[in-house]
């Protein structure tokens, strides 16, 4: 296993768009461990998707259940929730309510920013093994499967700010004496 290197903001292959996964093989599979142990390594380290370690295939791995301390709260305990999904090709089919909310990125290490999602989304994947599963998530877990499916479309956070000015905020907030 290994930790992989994360492209960061503004690096242009963040904006390429990834390919579906054709072959699941040992090789795919010792890549996912990579990208597993990559998002864990991370600070936050609920998702991650594949082109983050500049491999332009669709590949998101989600986990909110091993989300740490950093800055953001810790959504409650949902029944619902899944844990670890690896998604491979995901298609997100139904989209239901709408629900602003804080986003951080491991490509966007200084800030978080508010994102306007679906509240409930129904999504079909390929594990790991080639094998397909439908998914019905909310809440939290919805809006990360969401977050990470846009890297493979090219999207980040920042492209989905209604206003960079009111939406956008630095993580380290440092104390000024001019509050104007
Ligand atoms: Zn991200």
Redesign the pocket.
Known sequence: MAVLEILKYPDERLKQESVPVEVFDDELRTFISDLEETMRAGPGGV???AP?VNRFQRIVIVDISSMKKSGMKKPPANSSQHGRMVLINPEITEWEGMAMGR??????PDYTGNVIRAERITFSAYDEHGERHEYQCEGFEARAVQ??C??LDGM??LDRLVSRRTDLFQRKVYQTKDKS
């Open positions: 998702g991650i998707a983050q986003e951080g990125c491991m490509s966007v977050h990470e846009d890297h980040l956070f």
